[in-house]
């Protein structure tokens, strides 16, 4: 299955007033057609970096990619011209944000918008274009949508916004779709029926789908793969069931210890990660994770640890996990 995104030690900074700001250190992803990849962490962490810059949509400055290759599609998006992105915004990748409101135009009707994207991109008349903007938001179920494609934003539920944003996301075909939080604003109800309406876009259209969230419990049912991110890097990656069921990174475990699940009893408490995460003005040397990690070993605190190959696809990144250490460390006893 070909690659529709492969980024190799992506470093991003933010160049600020008070320094230099290490938001993304090292990140090597792929993405393949029609699947869907979930970035999972803590707030802060690098996702949405990561995601807007696969976009070019951070400022430069104050943003700066210092190193790295992000190969979409087989177009360079490191050395593509704000032109040259235009192009490809829409047509090759999109993105549904987290909060619709702020990125749907207020004094445009929602047809329109949509209306708008499509004749940017594809070669169709208006009349076409307004055909397709009814289609994307029967798509997508909004009930009436010839009738709602004449409405404007603030007319439509916070749940009805979310669905014309993944319309518009959709309006141009893309090979992938980057969704950054797209249940955050939301009830848990109509949580489920947003990822229930992503994992339909991905059966039916086959686009790949980057799916960023802080939330474990969201993914479960839709990810293929999942990556997971803490202070800037990519510390495990692997199948959803390998990251649920075979964690072998301490912050990937605390994470989902952290979770309740139907076996947790009332009187159980939940565990926290205690701690913070380190500055990302001035990084650490070791391992980011060591101030908090209950299995830190002196090692852990003066070198970076290499990526470890666990099983088949299954890869992260931790000293404990070297052929040297014993075995009752491996296992977190």
Known sequence: MADVLKIENLHVSFDTYAGEVHAVRGVSLHVNEGEVLAIVGESGCGKSV???????????????????????????????????????????????????????????????????????????????????????????????????????????????????????????????????????????????????????????????????THDLGVVANLADRVAVMYAGKIVETGTAEDIFYRPKHPYTQALLKSLPTVETSRDEKLVSIAGTPPDLFMPPKGCEFASRCEHCMKVCKKHVPPTYEVSAGHKAVCWRLHPACPTQMKEGN
């Open 50 to 212: 990561t995601a807007q810059t696969i976009m070019k949509l951070n400022p430069m400055p104050p943003a700066r990619i210092k190193e790295g290759s992000i190969d979409l599609c087989g177009e360079d998006i490191v050395a593509a011209s704000e032109k040259k992105m235009q192009d490809i915004r829409g047509r090759l990748v999109s993105m549904i944000f987290q909060d619709p409101m702020t990125c749907l135009n207020p004094t445009m009707k929602v047809g329109k918008q949509l209306t708008e994207a499509i004749c940017q991109h594809r070669k169709l008349s208006k009349e076409e274009a307004k055909k397709e903007a009814v289609r994307l938001l029967e798509m997508v179920q909004i009930p009436n949508a010839a009738e709602r494609a004449e409405q404007y934003p603030h007319e439509f539920s916070g749940g009805m916004r979310q669905r014309a944003m993944i319309a518009m996301a959709m309006s141009c075909e893309p090979k992938l779709l980057i969704a950054d939080e797209p249940t955050t604003a939301l009830d848990v109800t109509i949580q489920a029926q947003i990822m229930q309406l992503m994992a339909k876009v991905r059966e039916e259209t086959g686009t790949a789908i980057i799916l960023i």
